[in-house]
Each structure stands twice: as structure tokens, then as C-alpha cells.
């Protein structure tokens, strides 16, 4: 390959300030976000619980399960849950508006800029 | 027939498979995209399979079961972070960086800024990542080999690493990312189903009962109840504070540093479409995950069939754990052939982990050396492809030398830290500088080089300072003492630090390209522009 191929083109600016894009980047972010930071606090809070609430986290509550294991137990249900929440999400709102931004782009830019696959295309 | 014949005879039937694999991927590969990402053609199933593979290294499989087996609870907390940690890379930088880059983490940073400084720092950053973690992986295997083949010699520890380091060679060398992502699906199938036949012996043993195992591991580990609860390991009493802040050191790092593993990373560019990227994180969190639970059923399992005083005579830390409980469930419900065999079964299991994610580490390491360093830095992109992938390879070969000579060099050190010091480094300087290059519009060139400098030099700094290479019996260098940083984990330090150096850098310099950050942020959320699979 010869160069950093980036181009430049101010068709990414227009559809970046356009109101499609404005709406895809607010439903992405709207979910990426607030679930991030729910995540890390649940997880901070099982890792704080761990070191100061000893007392609390061995409790048990089923025959030798204790609230440890459960809480641990709670947060791989968590994971797999956000992951699922995530790709419903994905599907459903982000991936059909991101798909007709990016044939308006690819479309605009013309063959040179952004054709599907262009860029790879081009070290060829 | 012993267990050590048939754990090698299964070991070689992997490695002929493997290599037989790497040479048909080698025919397929052709091109930079091939030997780097493996022609994009991967679907998200297999990329999935192949992230569990990549990501299951033999210390989160010897090293969590061992854990739990000797400290109950304790080695839980580990395996909950490294899963949780899947949903970083998931919502925050797969699909992104599948969109936005090519083949290399730099791709994405190089996108709106100053491509020199920021690909040297990057590169910088993952060759040194790749190769703490590569390290203590050829150090595991020559001491695994001794625990499970019961070759004790130094001969046979530095053949043993020679061996795992010739084969990691020529499966990126010839098979590239084609034959490096066949030899992780092989192995991820295989561990699971390995794993997942012990766990089912193990809890049909206890009636499908888990608070029954759950006693039984409690009684026999000689600690009563509190093997079920947290404290054992990490931030005991005796610690105090320091070892609270510690474990919240170790779990900051371990939920942050897996988006920033350049080895993780890369696999993301393997699949066709972003689409595709986030199937396969979501494959990848399934198949780790219940890979964790599993890992649970045989440490507390070890714990009330092997026994700890067992498993502490075969290996202190526990990394046999796993194999002894193979071998005595085996015995147990098959009789003595079936001890031998799955024994045998989880040896060759064992080794072939090893191999699949050393070949990983090397792939990023030299992948980036030849695209960021060479063909970027050196060659200031007056470079053909295919003189790009012949430096790619001969990168692999020498990567792949100096660790085995590192390797044999470290066998008698504890370099058990270097997994946790990579992580570390992931998290503190390449994730912040890839959260910044996507999400905020000012971060510029000063601010990525600010960020990875920092987050790696602190990440660096601490440790060497730290209990882990001085000062304590278990330290690396036990006769001398300069650890003035009290915890062995610099994460709760240098993961503020290396955000707050890309802030700083980012700041203070005037840098600032609102075309490019248009062009990354539209590329990155729409994919246009991104490229799709090759197909020769």
C-alpha cells in the first residue's frame, strides 16, 4: 500500500451534522453509555462488597450457597443479559439507519472516496 | 498404556491437525488482508469460537481452577472480571474499530492524527503487551510440562518451550491470521468439551447438587466456610487496606484491559462486517462465559475430590488442579483406564491452549511491527503489501526466538505477574487512547502518544516497584528490596493516570481536525467505507 488512505471529503461532515446521523450516534450512545456505566458499578460494587462486606457476602442462603456465589453468579446472568438487550437494540435501531447512511455516503462520495470496500480495494 | 504416552500421542494427533490446517490456510493466503485478518471472511460463529480460543489461556484454565481449588472463592473473582470485561469491547470498541480500521489498533488512531508518533506509540505498546503476556505463557508451558508429562529436567522444560515456540512460529508464519484463527476454533472446541466432560462427572458425582459439592469442597479444604467466601486469596485480613485497594486494583484492570488487548483486537477485523464483529463478542461472552462457570465446578470440585494438600504436593499455586481432578473422577466413575485417559485427555487439552494463544500473541506482535512500525514509521508508507507481510513473518520469527529465548531464560523467575502487568497496560494506556480517538472529537496526536506513553510507562513504572519484582519470597527478585509501591496491581494508579496523560496531551496542544473526526465518527457508526471479505 502506498499511502494512509483517509479521504477527505466533506460529504462526512454534511452527514454528520445531518439529522439521520445526529439521531443514529443518540440512539447508539443512549444505549452504550448509561449500560457501560451500570455495568462497571454493578461489577465495582461486587468487587467492594468482596473486600469490606465479608459478613454480608458469606450469608448463606441455600444450603451452602451464600450471597457471594450468587452475586457472582449475578453477574455473568448480567453479562449475558446486557449482551442480548444489546443486539435486540442494535437490530432494531441503529443497524437499519446506519445502513441507509452509509449508502447515502458511499453513494455521494462517489467510487473514489467510499465505494464498498473501496479503500481496501485500492491497495490492490 | 501410562497417561504421559497418551497425553503426547494426543498432543501430536493436535499438532499434525493444526499444522495441516495452517498449511491449507497458507494456500489461501495471498495478500495483506489474508496474512492480517485472515481475508475478513470469517463468520461471526467462528470468530466467536476463535475469540474463546485466543482469550482461554492456560492460566485462566489451570490458573482459575487451581485458584479455586487451593482458595476457594477467591479465584471466582478473577474469572467474573475477565467475562465482565467482554462488554466493554462489545458496546464501546468492536464494531467501531471494524469499521474504522484495517488491520492493527493504530489503523484507528493513525485515522485523524499525526500517523508517525501515534503508530510508534502504538506499536510500541502492543509488541510490549503482546510479549509480557507472550512470556509468561512459554514459562507456563515449560512448567506444565514437567507437572503433566512428568518430564522434570531443565532439558526437557527448554525443549518443551523450544518446541511451543517453533510451532507458534509456523502457524502465523505460513497459515497467517487463517491458520492462527483455525488453530484457536480447534482448541476453543476442545477445551470446552474437555471441561464440560469433567464438570458433568464431577456434578453427577454430587447428584447434580451444587451446596453438596459445595460442602464437601468447604470440609476438605481443611478452611471450613470461609472457603466459600471471599478473603482467602485476595485482600485477606492480614493485608489490611492495602490489599482491599489492591483487589480493587487487580478488578479494575481486568474489567478494562481486555478491549485494550491488542491479540482481542485484532480478531475483531477477521469478520466481514461490524455486524458480524458484534456476533462474534456476543458468541465469544457465551462461550467464555459458560467456560467460567465450568472452571467453577472443577476448582471446587478439585478441592473436595483431589483434596488442597493433594494438589499443594503436585504444585503450590494449584495448576495441576485441574488434571489431578481429570484423573480422579476418572478413576472414580470409568476405573483406572478412565483416570488415565482423561488425564491424558486434559494434558493434551492443556498444551494445545497454550499453543493457540501464544500463536495469537505473536500474530499481534508482528502484525504490528511490519504494518505501524515498518511499513508507517520506517517506510513512511512507500511500501508494497507483499514486502509488508514478508517483514510481517520474518517479525514472527524473530518475536517467536527472542521469547523463546526470554522464555528459557525467565523458566526459573516468577513471571506470573506479566499476565496481570499486561492487562494493566491494555487498560491504561491503549484504551483510553482508543475511547478518546472514538468518542471525543478534540483528542489529538499528542494526546494518543500522551495517553499510551503514560497509561505503559506508569503501568510499568509501579510495577517494578511494586512486591511483585521485589521484596517479598515470591517476588521475582527475592534477594533484593526497592518496592516502595505497595500494591502488586498498578491499575487503580495508572488507569486514571493514562486518561488523564490523553486528556493533558490532548489539551495542550492546539492540534484539532473537525473533517477527520466527521470522517471517522460517520465511518465508524455507519461502516461506510469499511472494507468487506476478500474472496479469491
Known amino acids: 500500500m502506498a499511502v494512509e488512505h483517509h479521504p477527505t471529503s466533506t ?78 437494540h442494535a437490530e432494531r435501531t441503529l443497524d437499519p439507519l446506519a445502513d441507509r447512511l452509509r449508502g447515502e455516503v458511499e453513494a455521494s462520495a462517489g467510487a473514489a472516496a467510499a465505494a464498498g470496500g473501496g479503500a481496501g480495494e485500492e491497495n490492490r | 498404556m501410562s497417561h504421559e504416552t497418551l497425553a503426547v500421542i494426543l498432543f501430536l494427533t493436535f499438532v499434525a491437525g493444526t499444522l495441516a490446517i495452517t498449511v491449507w490456510a497458507s494456500r489461501n493466503t495471498k495478500d495483506a488482508t489474508d496474512f492480517y485478518a485472515g481475508g475478513r471472511s470469517f ?59 484495517r488491520f492493527t489498533m493504530a489503523d484507528v488512531l493513525a485515522f485523524r492524527m499525526s500517523p508517525r508518533p501515534v503508530r510508534t506509540a502504538a506499536g510500541v505498546s502492543t509488541i510490549a503487551v503482546s510479549i509480557f503476556y507472550l512470556l509468561a505463557q512459554m514459562v507456563g508451558a515449560g512448567a506444565l510440562v514437567a507437572l503433566l508429562f512428568g518430564f522434570t529436567s531443565d532439558f526437557a522444560k527448554n ?14 508464519t505460513v497459515g497467517g491470521m487463517k491458520g492462527t484463527t483455525w488453530v484457536q476454533i480447534v482448541k476453543a472446541v476442545l477445551l470446552m468439551g474437555g471441561a464440560a466432560l469433567v464438570t458433568l462427572l464431577v456434578l453427577g458425582k454430587f447428584g447434580f447438587n451444587l451446596s453438596t459439592l459445595l460442602r464437601d469442597a468447604a470440609d476438605q479444604s481443611g478452611k471450613g466456610e470461609a472457603f466459600l467466601e471471599p478473603g482467602l486469596r485476595y485482600a485477606t485480613d492480614a493485608s489490611g487496606l492495602t490489599g482491599k485497594l489492591d483487589l480493587i486494583s487487580l478488578g479494575l484492570a481486568l474489567v478494562l484491559g481486555t ?174 487512547a482508543l475511547l478518546y480517538s472514538l468518542f471525543w472529537k478534540r483528542f489529538n496526536t499528542s494526546g494518543a502518544v500522551a495517553a499510551i506513553y503514560g497509561g505503559l510507562g506508569s503501568a510499568v513504572f509501579l510495577v ?31 488507569i486514571p493516570f493514562g486518561f488523564l496523560c490523553g486528556w493533558l496531551g490532548t489539551v495542550l496542544s492546539k492540534e484539532y481536525n473537525n473533517a477527520k473526526y466527521a470522517e471517522i465518527e460517520v465511518r465508524a457508526l455507519t461502516g461506510a467505507g469499511a472494507e468487506g471479505a476478500v474472496h479469491h
Do not use: C
Not at chain 2, 464 to 479: H, N, Q, R, Y
Open chain 2, 43 to 101: 463468520s461471526g460463529v467462528q470468530n466467536g469460537l476463535a475469540i474463546g480460543g485466543d482469550y482461554m489461556s492456560a492460566a485462566s484454565f489451570l490458573g482459575i481452577a487451581g485458584l479455586i481449588a487451593l482458595y476457594g472463592y477467591d479465584g471466582f473473582l478473577y474469572s467474573i472480571g475477565f467475562l465482565v470485561a467482554w462488554l466493554v469491547a462489545l458496546l464501546l470498541v468492536a464494531e467501531l474499530l471494524r469499521n474504522s480500521g
Open chain 1, 11 to 88: 460529504v462526512y461532515e454534511r452527514v454528520q451534522q445531518g439529522p439521520d446521523f445526529q439521531e443514529l450516534r443518540r440512539r447508539f450512545r443512549a444505549f452504550a453509555f448509561p449500560a457501560t456505566a451500570a455495568f462497571l458499578a454493578w461489577y465495582l460494587l461486587y468487587v467492594v462488597l468482596s473486600g469490606w462486606a465479608r459478613d454480608f457476602m458469606g450469608t448463606k442462603v441455600v444450603g451452602f450457597i451464600n450471597i457471594a456465589l450468587i452475586f457472582g453468579l449475578l453477574q455473568f446472568v448480567s453479562t449475558f443479559l446486557i449482551a442480548w438487550q444489546y443486539s435486540r
Open chain 2, 159 to 172: 525443549a518443551t518451550i523450544v518446541l511451543v515456540g517453533a510451532l507458534m512460529i509456523i502457524y502465523v
Open chain 2, 259 to 432: 478491549a485494550g488487548l491488542p491479540h482481542i483486537l485484532i480478531r475483531f477485523y477477521t469478520v466481514p462486517t461490524a455486524r458480524d464483529a458484534r456476533k462474534s463478542v456476543q458468541w465469544g461472552i457465551g462461550i467464555i462465559g459458560v467456560f467460567y462457570l465450568l472452571t467453577l465446578v472443577l476448582g471446587f470440585g478439585a478441592a473436595a475430590l483431589v483434596g488442597s494438600d493433594a494438589i499443594r504436593e503436585q504444585n503450590s499455586a494449584g495448576n495441576t488442579a485441574a488434571p489431578q481432578l481429570a484423573e480422579e473422577i476418572g478413576k472414580r466413575v470409568l476405573g483406572d483406564a478412565g483416570g488415565t485417559i482423561l488425564l491424558a485427555v486434559i494434558a493434551a487439552v492443556a498444551f494445545a491452549t497454550i499453543l493457540a494463544v501464544v500463536a495469537g500473541l505473536t500474530l499481534a506482535s508482528s502484525s504490528s511491527f511490519a504494518h505501524d512500525l515498518y511499513a508507517h514509521v520506517f517506510k513512511r508508507g512507500q511500501v508494497t503489501e507483499r514486502e509488508e507481510v514478508r517483514v510481517a513473518r520474518i517479525a514472527a520469527l524473530v518475536i517467536g526466538a527472542v521469547s523463546i529465548v526470554l522464555g528459557i531464560y525467565a523458566q526459573r523467575l516468577n513471571v506470573a505477574f506479566l499476565v496481570a502487568l499486561a492487562f494493566a497496560v491494555a487498560a491504561s494506556g491503549n484504551l483510553p
Open chain 2, 464 to 494: 517494578a516497584f511494586s512486591p511483585v519484582v521485589s521484596g517479598k519470597e515470591t517476588a521475582l527478585f527475592t534477594d533484593a528490596d526497592f518496592a516502595w509501591f505497595p500494591l502488586e496491581n498498578p491499575g487503580i494508579v495508572s
